[in-house]
Structures are given as structure tokens and as C-alpha cells.
């Protein structure tokens, strides 16, 4: 987890903001009562993520620390007992992340949940649009300081090809008035590609009034504001749109998730995998898809109950979707599960799942001072356009899932405890 230096003379306050940060249990603090005590951390942690500081302290009462977190570019949180406007501005002026008054426990809750903010944001890819170097470069800066990964674009033309170069851009910032095309237009062109949940469109102009709200709202941007900003509403405006995409996230990604053990469930698997073997078919890419079944899981049940059963579980999920977390695993029915395996060949995929089930069974489940071994056994089939046995449609992949079932049939006819393959029907394909 990420270092935060927390630095705070208050006992009661200290022991208020240590109580919020337990909670979380997002970051890992590194407390401190004076600037001497807070320069020793730094000295010893280098690789400090960020820092909430109190602006008065025994050692530094001007707000010294303030200008010492800042000069090794560490972003800077600043709590204070009271709300002074020309401070502030001269804090902000500095570059510090926020500005947060001690008037209770809520303060702390928020500091915290901004750190872990700062935190999410390095994965928030950001484009801002604007033709005017100074105007954009206030935005970028702004931007990094909550630590925003920015790239930049000088009109709606050039947006688009760096939008479409760079996939994992989630926010676009776009002025209105530029040449070539304008910040309206973009919006339309956009809308056409991405939903709001996949790319939040923020319009901003010192120009207009409300009408031009409207418009960029009705076009498809999630948001506008008005230049020049204000610094906390940008922030809070900000943060709201990306927590709002984030909190879509969530829910679809927890329709996509087996609800007992975390990892994807089959309807997941149908709709990635097909997509994914699809890809590889028109790559010329070998694609194995297997399915894994427990050993002997109805005796676990019988002798130990169904609790330790959802322990086990619970275990092998956790050990699959570890032990092969660049492949697509899922559990689908009971004690099955799925893993396609786009890039290996059938032998490469049984051997990977040889040593897998090696793995799983030499780590044996602990339940009321039992260990319960487990195994498993798995067909393996593969497919490939390339050599004519296959079409590339859904038929395709469906029949592709029956024959690795054959396979594993074969498997628990011998005993189980194996894994068994077509014969390695994609070995002709040139990897």
C-alpha cells in the first residue's frame, strides 16, 4: 500500500484521524507530531505517496512543513483549525492538493477519502482539449497535482487521434471555442463511440451562459463548468463524474462475478470468451478453453459439511484466478469452473494445468484441525480457423466448450485426478 505522512501536534485530534484511517485501511500511515519528526520519516521513506499535514506546529507555526512537503513534490493535504481565505489562497497558489478545516470528525473522513482519491486517480487516464497553451496548461496542472495521468490535445481533430491511440483515457476536458473543430462538435462526434459510463466528457469556456450549458449537456458531455474555476468546486465537480463512472463500474462488474467465490461467473465467460476467441481466430492465434472439475467434492461435503465445501471452494477459485490471472477463469456450475487460455496450444495448456493442479494439491485446505486435499481434473480442446474445423461463430464456440467436456469425461473414466486433451488439434498453428 501507499505511504502517507500524517503530521499532527493535537493529541485529540491525532487519535480522531488515527481511529478514520484504521477504518479505511487504504493506505499505510506514518505518523508524526513536528516537523523534525516528519523530516526523520522522510529521510527513512522515500517513497512517500502524499501528505496531510497540520499547518501549525511546536517546530514550524508559519506553516514551514507545508513548504518542506512541497519542495520534494509531495502532494500536500493541509488541516487547519480555522478558515482564513488569504491563507488559503496563498496555500493554493503553492500547489497543494485541498485545504480542509478541523471542525469535525466528517474533516477527517474527507482528508482520508481524498488520499485514497489521489490514490485511484494514477489508474484515471485524462485528456484536455484546449487550443490555448496557457488555458490548457492550467488544466493539466491542476489535473496532475490530484495526480491524473494528462495528455494533451490542441483542438477536436486532434483529440480524436489520441483518444483513439490511447484506450485507457477515461476523462475528456474540452474547451469550447477552438478552430478546426469546437468543443461542441467533439462532444457529438464522441457520443457516437463511447457512452458516459466508458468516457466522461466535461465542457468548460469562460464564454456563454447558460445556454451553452445546455447545449454541451444535451450533445452527450456529463458536465460543464465555467472558466475561471473555482478550486474546490472544480475538484468536487471532478471527482463526483469519475466516482459516478467508477460506482457504474461496480455494479456491472459484480453482475459479471460468481457471488461466492469473487472470480467471473458463466455468463461472463460466454460473453468475454466468445469475444476473445473470436479475436484470436482472425489472429491466426491458438486458443485452448478448458474445463477443470473437483475430485471426490461430494465426499468433502458428506464428511465435513457444506461449510468446509465452500471453503474448498472458495480455495481452489482463488488459487486458479492466481496461479492463471492473464487467462479468463470463471466458475460456472457447482465444482466446475472454465479458463480460456487464448495463445496455447493444447500440450502448453495441459502442461500449464498440470502444474496447477500440482500446486492446489500440495496446498491441502485446513478446516477444524483437518486438512482436506484437493485435485482436480480438466479437458482441454482447442480450435483454430486456420485449419478448417471451424467456422467463427457462436456454433464454434460452443462446440469448442462439448469437446473439452469430452476430455473430461475421458479424464474421470481414468480415475480422475488428470488432465487430458483433444490431441492437440491447434498444434498446426504457428504460434
Request: aromatic share 8%.
Amino acid at each position: 500500500m501507499k505511504k502517507v505522512l500524517i503530521v499532527e501536534d493535537s493529541t485529540m485530534v491525532m487519535r480522531i484521524i488515527k481511529h478514520v484511517v484504521k477504518q479505511s485501511a487504504v493506505f499505510t500511515p506514518l505518523y508524526a507530531e513536528t516537523l523534525a519528526e516528519a523530516k526523520a520519516l522522510i529521510d527513512t521513506n522515500p517513497d512517500i505517496f502524499a501528505a496531510m499535514v497540520d499547518l501549525s506546529l511546536p517546530d514550524a507555526p508559519d506553516g514551514e512543513i507545508v513548504d518542506y512537503t512541497l519542495s520534494l513534490k509531495i502532494p500536500t493535504l493541509v488541516l487547519t483549525a480555522s478558515f482564513d481565505t488569504e491563507r488559503r489562497n496563498i496555500l493554493l497558489a503553492k500547489g497543494i492538493v485541498d485545504y480542509v478545516t478541523k471542525e469535525g470528525r466528517f474533516s477527517y473522513v474527507y482528508a482520508c477519502n481524498l488520499i485514497h482519491r489521489l490514490i485511484k486517480n494514477e489508474n484515471v487516464h485524462v485528456l484536455v482539449v484546449d487550443d490555448s497553451s496557457m488555458s490548457r496548461k492550467i488544466v493539466v496542472n491542476m489535473m496532475r497535482l490530484h495526480r491524473y495521468p494528462v495528455l494533451e490535445a490542441k483542438n477536436g481533430i486532434e483529440a480524436i487521434k489520441v483518444l483513439l491511440n490511447n484506450p485507457k483515457i477515461k476523462m475528456l476536458i474540452t474547451d469550447y471555442n477552438m478552430p478546426e473543430m469546437d468543443g461542441f462538435e467533439l462532444v457529438q462526434k464522441l457520443r457516437v463511440k463511447y457512452v458516459k459510463s466508458e468516457l466522461v466528457i466535461i465542457g468548460i469556456s469562460s464564454e456563454g451562459d447558460g445556454h451553452l450549458t445546455a447545449r454541451f449537456i444535451k450533445a452527450g458531455a456529463n458536465d460543464f463548468i465555467k472558466k475561471p474555476f473555482n478550486h474546490e468546486e472544480f475538484f468536487c465537480r471532478i471527482t463526483h463524474n469519475v466516482e459516478q463512472v467508477e460506482m457504474i463500474e461496480q455494479i456491472r462488474d459484480a453482475t459479471r462475478r460468481d457471488y461466492h467465490t469473487g472470480i467471473y461467473n458463466r455468463y461472463y465467460f460466454f460473453e468475454k470468451g466468445y469475444e476473445d476467441w473470436l479475436a484470436a481466430q482472425g489472429n491466426n492465434t491458438p486458443v485452448a478453453l478448458a474445463v477443470i472439475d473437483l475430485d471426490n467434492f461430494r465426499l468433502v461435503n458428506e464428511k465435513f459439511g457444506n461449510d468446509a465445501g465452500d471453503v474448498v471452494m472458495q480455495h481452489v477459485a482463488t488459487r486458479l484466478d492466481q496461479s492463471l490471472d492473464r487467462f479468463l477463469v470463471a466458475r460456472t456450475d457447482g465444482q466446475e469452473f472454465y479458463v480460456l487460455m487464448v495463445g496455447l496450444t493444447n500440450d502448453k495448456a495441459c502442461s500449464l494445468l498440470e502444474h496447477v493442479n500440482s500446486v492446489i494439491s500440495n496446498a491441502s485446505v485446513d478446516w477444524n484441525g483437518s486438512k482436506i486435499a484437493v485435485s482436480f481434473s480438466a479437458g482441454v480442446a482447442n480450435y483454430s480457423a486456420q485449419n478448417g474445423s471451424e467456422q467463427c461463430d457462436e456454433g464454434g464456440f460452443d462446440e469448442l466448450v462439448i469437446n473439452a467436456y469430452q476430455c473430461l469425461h475421458r479424464a474421470k473414466d481414468a480415475g480422475g485426478d488428470m488432465i487430458i486433451g483433444d490431441g492437440g488439434v491447434a498444434d498446426d498453428v504457428q504460434e
